[in-house]
């Protein structure tokens, strides 16, 4: 049994555990949206699965509480497949293993889940608890929210009844979010004929040990990207060692910051003393750059068989040049509240092989304007490669609503059972409250949620001692819901 499960409250972490067990990355709902059925059947609540894939939760309301209205409490059923370059994992298959450190609960060199595991957690509490006191609940476990909110995005209008939402996806204990930032995906691509090898040798350049991150909420604190670091090393070997790109992959998820990039190179025999020498340059000057910052940096050079064929030369220089102008990380922050991040851009996957390329890359911004601008920058960069560029995934910020009834509720609350006043503010991450706002606008929205810490990285960890406060916040919060 895993030591999780002796910790408070149990319902949560129970259930928390139970989660663990279901595998359940991005794109691969079916495990998950069983387990979610199967468990309402148990406690005898309504369940079923909607047209977008999402699962749909209802309980009564308790005898004498049937005027209150009625809330919508709502997380995402998938996480982010992230993993240690040593784990042998299977995101499809396994199990999440956990353990507890300092009074963190972390996973075994991977995702913990906990992003957003802990918000389905905490609805699969309410509605097994049989002692609570409420009204109609309404719960929404959305499908895919981490790959481009699809779930969400289909999720039919007029389907949903409640007066207010509670968005259980947030990662700071005593902060309350009433906005976030929309979000678009940027997808380049494009097809050529590969030419043949002429070069002598072969090296394949790995970059590793980088934090990653989420480019959300981390974008601004200066971590390194894995795709970006390797460009500017391509590209002197390409000028100063007539060296070939035969491929590169880096990142594997758009809401992550790449932690790790490889590329294979071909060049002339003669040079390839000077290249290894230009790798060990090049890993310092990361290491001092990013001192404070990336403290693990693998930065190194292998000899591998030669290739068979190669990206054609103009080709290869475009998507070089492409790829180095392309903007990553912070745009702007936002005027009114100059420590958070309007607008931003993450680099995150290069797959370049010797007949197509694809660069695919998640830009965010709280202002649609800004949004459309920094679109059209990315698109404007590559487009100057030569590539194709798409737009996908659309969603619109969520605009923040100060005079909030739910919110001054949860404020007078969390200082009555803490002591002190909780924080508001407005995230750079992306919430499904805007997707859901923007079909059924009457609601009353703040999202909240427990400490997180590294979400979609190998070393995200839940700290424990936030999980009981938390709890308690909801529980007496649904109690003392207004009438309609």
Not at 23 to 50: H, I, T
């Amino acid at each position: 049994m895993s030591e999780i499960r002796n910790l408070k409250p149990e319902g949560l972490w129970r259930n928390f555990d139970d989660l663990t067990q279901v595998p359940r990355p991005s794109g691969y709902p079916e495990k998950v949206q069983k387990f979610l059925l199967d468990f309402a059947a148990k406690v005898g609540v309504e369940a079923y699965v909607d047209a977008g894939g999402n699962v749909v939760m209802r309980k009564a309301a308790t005898p004498g509480y049937e005027n209150r209205k009625t809330v919508l409490l709502q997380a995402h059923m998938d996480m982010v497949p992230q993993k240690a370059p040593d784990s042998k994992h299977n995101f499809e298959t396994d199990p999440i293993e956990t353990h507890i450190e300092d009074g963190w609960v972390y996973a075994n060199n991977t995702t913990l889940g906990a992003d957003d595991g802990i918000g389905v957690a905490a609805i699969m509490g309410i509605m097994e608890d049989k002692t609570l006191k409420h009204g109609v609940i309404e719960a929404i476990i959305t499908r895919d929210e981490e790959t481009g909110m699809f779930g969400v995005n289909e999720l039919p209008e007029g389907e949903l009844h409640s007066d207010i939402l509670m968005n259980l996806d947030s990662e700071t204990w005593g902060k309350f979010v009433i906005g976030s930032a929309g979000g678009v995906d940027v997808t380049s691509t494009l097809e050529y004929k590969e030419v043949e090898n002429d070069q002598e040798a072969a090296v394949k350049v790995t970059l590793k040990g980088l934090r990653g991150g989420h480019s959300g909420l981390e974008i601004n604190e200066g971590r390194a990207n894995a795709n970006k670091e390797m460009v500017r090393f391509v590209r002197k070997a390409i000028t100063e060692l007539d060296a070939r790109l035969a491929c590169w992959q880096g990142g594997n998820m758009r809401n992550a910051i790449p932690f790790k990039a490889e590329v294979v190179l071909a060049l002339p025999q003669n040079n390839v003393a000077a290249l290894k020498e230009l790798v060990a340059k090049q890993k310092e000057l990361i290491e001092d750059e990013f001192k404070g910052i990336e403290s693990n940096v693998e930065f190194f050079v292998e000899d591998v068989e030669k290739p068979q064929t190669l990206v054609p030369e103009e080709i290869q220089d475009n998507l070089i040049d492409a790829i180095y102008a392309c903007h990553n990380g912070v745009l702007r922050m936002i005027p009114s509240y100059p420590d958070v991040v309007e607008t931003s851009s993450n680099l995150a996957i290069i797959n370049i092989e010797p007949n197509n390329a694809s660069i695919k890359i998640l830009a965010r911004s709280s202002r649609e304007d800004m949004k459309e601008y920094i679109a059209t920058q990315l698109e404007s960069c590559f487009n100057m490669a030569g590539m194709k560029t798409t737009l996908s995934a659309n969603y619109g910020g969520w605009d923040p609503n100060p005079d909030s009834e739910i919110l001054s509720l949860l404020q007078k609350i969390h200082k009555e059972q803490n002591g002190k006043e909780a924080i508001v503010q407005v995230d750079h991450a992306g919430l499904e409250c805007s997707v859901i706002l923007g079909k059924y606008p009457g609601m009353d929205v703040v999202s909240l949620g427990p400490t997180i810490r590294s979400p979609h990285t190998a070393k995200e960890r839940f700290e424990i001692a936030t999980a009981e406060p938390f709890w308690n916040l909801l529980v007496q919060t649904l109690e003392e819901i207004p009438v309609k």
